[in-house]
């Protein structure tokens, strides 16, 4: 009646595919550990890493447990303890992970009733409250694993895409916090016309990319004019490490999420150690403290 979940990190975006993109981490996530309880409704009974709200209805994890829970009315209750891994406003779906985790192990508990896609939905509400939009770009790879594409989220429509054999993340995570209401508050509410084109062939290029296994196609769509020009500003050293990034063999480099995390993308593992080396170099010149991780995309 009980069971452990790993709730997976995740990087959303991925340069050109703003609120549509993500793929999964597999090094780096929370663990949540969901009871069934005789006593109705949801509670969270701990929560270690972070400082967080017990409150279900304040919490990300909470609140998507809610909309599940309100929407199957079962015959029990769940008690939630989220063991927290993922820095809160790290760019790597914190949020996120909380979101699904909760509902994931509900949903396994109560005999799987509901599919990926209905899981995405009530995961929504969950990221909704942290974000103050309901985007489902973190949710979708932390549910379905891999490379995924949202094509909508009212009503939720995930496609599922296929992730090349060799294809690596190297990621930084300088650890100064920004709040994805703020960084998506500087963005402008129109794009020029030649910039959502170029933006439009590169998202497409992408999944042609990905499909294909061709690592020559995916590096030239790996680019975003939308959203980085804006948010690079806030991230520390950005142009310097994906400078390094790219000289270090990266097919691309890229705000993760909304950041300031920085993921790069390339083929084989040693060259993802070897940018993560360069990162490390770079960023322990500066005084912000950070870490750095690889991770292989399944
Ligand atoms: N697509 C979202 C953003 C991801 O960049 O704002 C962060 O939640």
Redesign the pocket.
């Known amino acids: 009646n009980s069971i452990k979940i790993f709730s997976p990190a995740t990087v959303?975006?991925v340069s050109c595919g703003?609120?549509v993109l993500g793929f999964c981490l597999d090094s780096i996530g929370d663990e949540m550990i969901i009871h069934k309880t005789s006593e109705k409704g949801i509670t969270i009974t701990k929560i270690e890493g972070y400082d967080l709200p017990y409150e279900a209805t304040k919490n990300v994890a909470g609140v998507s447990a809610l909309a599940m829970y309100e929407a199957l009315q079962p015959d029990c209750g769940f008690a939630i303890e989220i063991y927290k891994k993922i820095k809160p406003g790290s760019g790597i779906g914190s949020s996120s992970a909380s979101a699904v985790g909760s509902i994931f192990g509900m949903n396994e508990l109560l005999g799987k009733p509901l599919d990926k896609t209905a899981l995405t939905k009530y995961a929504l509400k969950g990221e909704a409250i942290a974000?103050q939009s309901e985007?489902a770009?973190?949710l979708a790879p932390a549910i379905f694993g891999g490379f995924t594409l949202v094509r909508s989220v009212n009503p939720v429509d995930v496609l599922q895409l296929p992730t090349p054999n060799d294809l690596f993340a190297t990621l930084i995570h300088p650890q100064i916090e920004i709040k994805?209401s703020v960084?998506?508050a500087i963005l402008p509410e129109t794009v020029n016309l030649k910039s959502a084109i170029t933006q439009w062939s590169n998202v497409g290029s992408l999944v042609h990319a990905l499909h294909t296994n061709d690592y020559e196609v995916l590096s030239k769509s790996l680019n975003d004019v939308i959203?980085e020009p804006y948010r690079k500003q806030m991230i520390p050293h950005f142009a310097t490490i994906k400078k390094a990034a790219l000289e270090s063999g990266a097919l691309g480099c890229g705000i993760s999420?909304?950041g300031p995390s920085i993921f790069a993308l390339s083929k084989g593992k040693d060259t993802a150690l070897g940018i993560e080396k360069a990162f490390q170099n770079m960023y322990s010149k500066t005084d912000i403290e950070f870490n750095t991780f690889v991770s292989k995309i399944n």
Do not use: E, V, Y
């Open positions: 959303a975006n703003f609120d974000s985007h770009d973190n994805t960084s998506r959203i999420g909304s």
